[in-house]
């Protein structure tokens, strides 16, 4: 009976260390997988960073090459029309110096 208990106790030993082994196993996997999917998540974020930049980069060019055209279209009209055009721009400071100067005096 006591060689039937010891016996038990071994196989019962033996099983744990196998248990031990196993969850080892299974700590590594679980590490390993952690650490491929945080590669993988790190790897998509700085794709859509790069894609994301890439777009603003040609949004910025395109307001650019905008904001040339109408500089040079502006320029182009007050040659056209030079007169005109300092005449407005008198007549808008003139405008703006009444509105502040109406601030000033309540």
Known sequence: MADDIRKELDALKADIAR???????????????????????????????????????????????????TFANAGRKIGEHPAGSVLTAFGLGFIIAKLLNLGERR
């Open 19 to 69: 248990l031990r082994q196993d969850i080892g196993n299974l700590t590594d996997a679980v590490k390993t997988t952690a650490g491929d999917n945080v590669k993988s998540a790190t790897a998509q974020a700085q794709q859509r960073l790069q894609s994301a930049w890439e777009d603003i980069e040609q949004r910025l060019e395109g307001l650019l090459g905008e904001g040339k055209a």
